[in-house]
């Protein structure tokens, strides 16, 4: 079952916690990230955990090589405007929903959004609904 991680749940990746177990378990199966992911990890860890450039590209190498790593294009925009005014979501929450969806996966790993949230995703290859899941949730 293909799952995206969003870049909230992959943050704990690089913490030395029963958290990161968890995140090293997703990335196991068949994770799928984004670009956005992508972007957002590394300001993140840049900006919030001040790591090094080095590490970060050596983490952001890892992820490409383990990962299936989406683009963002204009239908991913396109989704994300729809969701954003059907689900009441950010721009940058749509687009991850948005990507999400558009590459078939069944679950969306995230913690700030709401847990056990079916989506109905416009444009989505699959007839099936995305589902929100927080992993940390016991």
Same mark, same amino acid.
């Given at each position: 079952?293909?799952?995206?991680?969003?870049?909230?749940?992959?943050?704990?990746?690089? #913490?030395? +916690?029963?958290?990161? #177990?968890?995140?090293?378990?997703?990335?196991?199966?068949?994770?799928?990230?984004?670009?956005?992911?992508?972007?957002?990890?590394?300001?993140?860890?840049?900006?919030?955990?001040?790591?090094?450039?080095?590490?970060?590209?050596?983490?952001?190498?890892?992820?490409?090589?383990?990962?299936?790593?989406?683009? +963002?294009? =204009?239908?991913?925009?396109?989704?994300?405007?729809?969701?954003?005014?059907?689900?009441?979501?950010?721009?940058? #929450?749509?687009?991850? =929903?948005?990507?999400?969806?558009? +590459?078939?996966?069944?679950?969306?790993?995230?913690?700030?959004?709401?847990?056990?949230?079916?989506?109905?995703?416009?444009? +989505?290859?699959?007839?099936?609904?995305?589902?929100?899941?927080?992993?940390?949730?016991?």
């Amino acid at each position: 079952m293909k799952a995206f991680i969003d870049t909230n749940v992959l943050i704990y990746w690089v #913490d030395d +916690s029963a958290r990161a #177990d968890v995140v090293e378990q997703l990335l196991a199966q068949e994770a799928v990230i984004s670009v956005q992911v992508l972007n957002e990890f590394a300001n993140v860890l840049r900006r919030k955990r001040s790591m090094a450039l080095p590490d970060i590209e050596a983490l952001y190498t890892t992820l490409i090589d383990t990962c299936n790593v989406v683009d +963002s294009s =204009v239908r991913t925009h396109q989704t994300a405007l729809t969701l954003m005014a059907r689900y009441n979501l950010s721009v940058y #929450d749509a687009n991850i =929903v948005a990507a999400a969806a558009l +590459s078939d996966c069944a679950v969306l790993y995230s913690e700030d959004m709401q847990d056990g949230l079916n989506l109905k995703v416009p444009g +989505s290859a699959s007839a099936t609904s995305l589902v929100i899941r927080n992993p940390f949730r016991a």
